[in-house]
């Protein structure tokens, strides 16, 4: 299982970010896939997830209204699109595959870095 997560850089507050999440080495559509994200010093968090088959999402408190997850199941490929970005997002976010019954985390991407600063 590989997940390659890209598409984090540096950003103004209020800025906007598309991050991608490349996945090989399963049947990509017959999973849940999530997006977590990691502050310095903290515990991962759980940003967003899509649920395989319905594509049914479910987004942190903090997310809804400014952060969009999707996927492709054809091209194996998560989205998560970040607008209106305020400092307090900075952090390393992680692709996740989820076990579809449970919604343990299974295996994880190595993350892609946002930082927002002015």
């Known amino acids: 299982v590989h997940l390659v997560e890209s598409g984090g850089d540096v950003v103004q507050p209020g800025g906007s970010l598309r991050l991608t999440c490349a996945a090989s080495g399963f049947t990509f559509g017959d999973f849940d896939m999530d997006w977590f994200r990691q502050a310095p010093g903290k515990e991962p968090e759980l940003v967003s997830a899509i649920e395989a088959g319905t594509g049914n999402v479910c987004y942190a408190p903090f997310a809804n209204g400014r952060f969009t997850i999707s996927k492709d199941d054809a091209k194996s490929t998560l989205y998560l699109e970040l607008n209106n970005l305020k400092p307090e997002d900075t952090g390393q976010y992680l692709c996740?595959?989820?076990?579809?019954?449970?919604?343990?985390?299974?295996?994880w991407g190595q993350g892609t870095q946002v930082t927002v600063s002015s």
């Open positions: 996740v595959r989820a076990n579809t019954t449970d919604g343990v985390p299974l295996s």
